[in-house]
């Protein structure tokens, strides 16, 4: 199944192996609870070292809540162990085993470039998952070369940090190391290797691996391990696979509103990109809507638009079907039962996640009570906003009762109609126009990571000059600042964005 895996357990096993150093000035604590699952679901993998390692980033205050000594890991040792060509003491490396639907088929998939050292225990008692993404091949690999280039890497960093900043679930950056090393993609590009933090990489994947193994014992232990990361109030649950399959319905429908609500577009939603945790994680090619477009698209491959932004809560409705599938064995003894479990679960997505967006909607309008025609009010503005191509992050963050003189929306007869009708609305609440004002602020993101910005921080980046993609983190590290100067990350592309296209060739 794997045909790469005799040739890497030599690699590993050979002198340039990379080894781990036993002083802990870092203050890594490394467990390995997902190693204690069944052997199908992992297997044990050393990073392949490379060349000249160098650290590009490092996320300070994250390394700090996970009870890491950032100034221990900015110089060499910090370069060596986030290239993969040192192990920090105690961890454990290993590749993760899953399968997926990508595009809608299914294909046994793997962790084909990144490894996880191990579990980080925090501070505060969490346990988070290390990872190093780009490090090399493992015996998931396929055809890939199991590295990553510096420019998507960089591009994972700033969003999720973004994502992040702007209070949505996400897996999260630690640092980032270049190689040294040429990979090939279109062209050479240089190399680096990503370290990501999540709370689990537990996938619908990881679930679809075992049922396709058909091993209901590897299922039961997966479902047992997940409560107990992600879902611990549910571990003595009488049914735990509906426990979990209802609880994950409920993250995942509260997270693809948020989504929906900053505009945020994942675009490729495979369930191998699914977390259990309820995190967005696999920062491919995403990116943010400018101009108001339900049907925004921006990977080069999805041509179809199945991961349209419009598309994103019936896909992740699709995904949870598939977890569902997965887990049928384990819901009841009867089959009919089961599948009557797993309806009923998956019946509680739209009306939760309708629930969630419609109250995100509210608070990007500035409204604290609750009106029937308020979807009506909601709708008429996004079909303004498509009509005119609207930017969407603009329009909400400058939400005004009374547009300012001189606004050319003044003349726009629709836009005028619906600022009236708005006013009427914000007459009928008891807070004052102030408390309306705070409310919106505090849900409309004044900076998010325009595409254009993004890609000038990468292209300065592949040219060793960082201080562009600095500048970009630290703006969107305050997302909600809207009295904060910073004209130039406010505004999309000069051509409006249109035809932006991310690629999946990371
Ligand atoms: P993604 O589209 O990033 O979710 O990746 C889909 C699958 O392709 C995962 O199993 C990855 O591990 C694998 N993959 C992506 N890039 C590479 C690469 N350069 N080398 C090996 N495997 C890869
Ligand atoms: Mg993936």
Redesign the pocket.
């Known amino acids: 199944r794997f045909p790469g895996k005799g040739l890497f357990m030599a690699q590993a096993a050979s002198s340039s192996a990379p080894r781990s150093v036993s002083p802990n000035p870092a203050g890594w604590r490394l467990e390995h609870s997902y190693a204690q699952l069944p052997a199908l679901f992992h297997a044990a993998v050393a990073p392949t070292p490379v060349s000249a390692p160098r650290l590009v980033m490092l996320n300070v205050r994250l390394a700090k809540s996970l009870g890491l000594e950032a100034a221990a890991l900015a110089g060499e040792d910090g370069a060596a162990i986030f290239a993969g060509n040192q192990l920090p003491p105690g961890a454990a490396p290993l590749a993760q085993a899953y399968a997926g639907h990508?595009y809608g088929h299914f294909t046994t998939?793997?962790?084909?470039?990144?490894i996880l050292l191990g579990e980080q225990l925090t501070p505060d008692g969490a346990r988070f998952d290390l990872q190093l993404k780009g490090a090399g091949?493992t015996p998931?690999?396929?055809r890939?070369?199991?590295?990553?280039a510096l420019g998507p890497m960089l591009r994972e960093y700033i969003v999720s940090e973004a994502m992040h900043a702007l209070g949505i679930p996400t897996t999260r950056s630690l640092a980032v190391a270049a190689t040294g090393e040429a990979v090939w993609r279109e062209t050479p590009r240089p190399g680096a290797v990503l370290t990501r933090v999540a709370a689990s990489h537990i996938r619908v994947g990881t679930f679809e691996w075992a049922a396709a193994r058909g091993d209901a014992a590897a299922q039961r232990a997966l479902v047992e391990h997940t409560l107990r990361r992600h879902y611990p109030e549910l571990a003595a649950a009488d049914n735990p696979a509906r426990a979990l399959l209802t609880a994950v319905i409920a993250r995942q429908a509260a997270l693809i509103a948020q989504w929906m609500l900053v505009g945020f577009v994942h675009g490729?939603m495979?369930t191998?990109?699914m977390a259990l945790s309820g995190e967005t994680i696999?920062y491919?090619p995403c990116a943010f809507m400018d101009a108001y477009d339900p049907a925004t698209v921006f990977s080069s491959i999805d041509a179809r638009g199945r991961y349209a932004y419009q598309n994103q809560p019936g896909i992740a409705h699709w995904n949870l079907t598939r977890l569902a599938e997965t887990l049928l064995p384990l819901l009841d003894a009867n089959e009919e039962a089961a599948v009557a479990a797993a309806t009923e679960a998956l019946g509680g997505f739209a009306p939760q996640y309708q629930r969630h967006w419609l109250a995100g909607m509210r608070r990007k309008l500035g409204l604290f009570t609750e009106e029937p025609d308020d979807p009506a009010l909601i709708e008429a503005l996004l079909i303004w906003m498509h009509a005119t191509k609207a930017d969407f992050t603009n329009t909400f963050a400058g939400l005004a009762p009374d547009l300012p003189p001189g606004d050319p929306r003044r003349s726009d007869g629709d836009c005028v109609a619906w600022q009236e009708r708005w006013r009427a609305r914000l007459g009928r609440q008891a807070q004052s126009p102030a408390e309306s004002e705070a409310l919106r602020r505090a849900s409309n993101p004044a900076f998010i990571p325009r595409n254009h910005r993004v890609e000038a921080a990468l292209a300065a980046a592949e040219q060793n000059d960082l201080t562009v993609l600095e500048r970009l983190l630290d703006v969107m590290a305050t997302p909600y600042a809207h009295a904060r100067s910073a004209p130039g990350y406010r505004v999309p592309a000069p051509d409006g964005g249109a035809g932006y296209q991310t690629f999946?060739g990371?």
């Open positions: 990508q998939l793997g962790d084909g470039r990144a091949p998931y690999s396929r890939g070369d199991g590295r990553a490729v495979n191998d990109n696999d491919g999946c990371t």
